[in-house]
Nanobody
């Protein structure tokens, strides 16, 4: 069964750095776009960063220059390097993957991981 497993997250002070990982497993033929989303209490889920199968990236304005998304296609794994963290980055972070399984494209979500930035 296909699944996404996230790792990373935790409590950090402002200005700190953190790396999130998201590993896809199962009978995946290929992975198309991948992305990181976050949801803070009382707010809607928002796209933080995305990366295509070709490596093109996009970022939310609020994280540009601080966050870097990357992927290792050989490992079906995606990363989010977060630097210069701010309290407003506090949220639950989710990875999202569009994967091809059995000739069909499906949307998968990770279980989420909490990132808290506080002094």
């Amino acid at each position: 069964q296909e699944r996404l497993v996230q790792s990373g997250g935790g409590l950090l002070q402002p200005g700190g750095s953190l790396r999130l990982s998201c590993a896809a497993s199962g009978s995946i033929f290929s992975i198309n776009a991948m992305g990181w989303y976050r949801q803070a209490p009382g707010k809607e889920r928002e796209l933080v960063a995305g990366i295509t199968s070709g490596g093109s990236t996009k970022y939310a304005d609020s994280v540009k220059g601080r966050f870097t998304i990357s992927r290792d296609n050989a490992k079906n794994t995606m990363y989010l390097q977060m630097n210069s963290l701010k309290p407003e980055d506090t949220a639950r972070y989710y990875c999202n993957v569009e994967a091809v399984v059995g000739g069909w494209a499906y949307d998968y979500w990770g279980q989420g991981t909490q990132v808290t930035v506080s002094s």
